[in-house]
T-cell receptor, first 113, second 112 residues
Framework: NAGVTQTPKFRILKIGQSMTLQCTQD?????MYWYRQDPGMGLKLIYYSVGAGITDKGEVPNGYNVSRSTTEDFPLRLELAAPSQTSVYFC????????????FGEGSRLTVL | DAKTTQPPSMDCAEGRAANLPCNHS???????VYWYRQIHSQGPQYIIHGLKNNETNEMASLIITEDRKSSTLILPHATLRDTAVYYC?????????????FGDGTTLTVKP
């Protein structure tokens, strides 16, 4: 199993550009999450999904959008990129929203100039 | 979910046991203690979790005090590859896993 796969690993954007970070998991997990991690800081939840067709905001959703059309995929869309969105983004999944542990992807490092 | 307190950093000699403490004095009876680690620039990795009994797996041991107000993660024979940030998280059974609070954690440096 590949687990949680994120693409791209690195990306540089200009201010105002848009892009989509891809996340896919092959563990048939219902729960998926997007986090951002700024240098030296902990993880902050951006959006999460409890199943296909269901998404909800996390702690820092402004400037982002998500969709969940399949169980496997949970893309994160950045509209009108800003320097404040320079960060490392992690996608994660869990089989259970309550007791399951989180499985993380390797991260996508985004720089907005 | 209860708040946790961890030392910001610790050192350990290679081959020795690394004992990482976590204080969670306000933990409730049904809240679990989870440990994750994050090796530089990688996604966090689940290590172990427990409720009240001590737990052991192939990666580590988790010792929870009888009053459950603190716990210790033990890496029995630390290697250089165990250098990472270790996060202690307390989470109730009704809290979505993804809403776990990853705070500052403890930066463990294993030295040769």
């Amino acid at each position: 199993n590949a687990g949680v796969t994120q693409t791209p690993k690195f990306r540089i954007l200009k201010i105002g550009q848009s892009m989509t970070l891809q996340c896919t998991q092959d563990m048939n997990h219902n729960y998926m999450y997007w986090y951002r991690q700024d240098p030296g800081m902990g993880l902050k939840l951006i959006y999460y999904s409890v199943g296909a067709g269901i998404t909800d905001k996390g702690e820092v959703p402004n400037g982002y959008n998500v969709s969940r059309s399949t169980t496997e995929d949970f893309p994160l869309r950045l509209e009108l990129a800003a320097p404040s969105q320079t960060s490392v983004y992690f996608c994660a999944s869990s089989g259970s929203g309550r007791t399951g542990e989180l499985f993380f992807g390797e991260g996508s490092r985004l720089t907005v100039l | 979910d209860a708040k946790t307190t961890q030392p910001p950093s610790m050192d350990c000699a290679e081959g020795r046991a690394a004992n990482l403490p976590c204080n969670h004095s306000t933990i409730s009876g049904n809240e679990y203690v989870y440990w994750y680690r994050q090796i530089h620039s990688q996604g966090p990795q689940y290590i172990i979790h427990g409720l009240k009994n001590n737990e052991t797996n192939e990666m580590a041991s988790l010792i929870i005090t009888e009053d459950r107000k603190s716990s210790t993660l033990i890496l029995p024979h630390a290697t250089l590859r165990d250098t990472a940030v270790y996060y202690c998280i307390v989470r109730g059974p009704y809290t979505n896993a993804g809403k776990s609070t990853f705070g500052d954690g403890t930066t463990l440096t294993v030295k040769p």
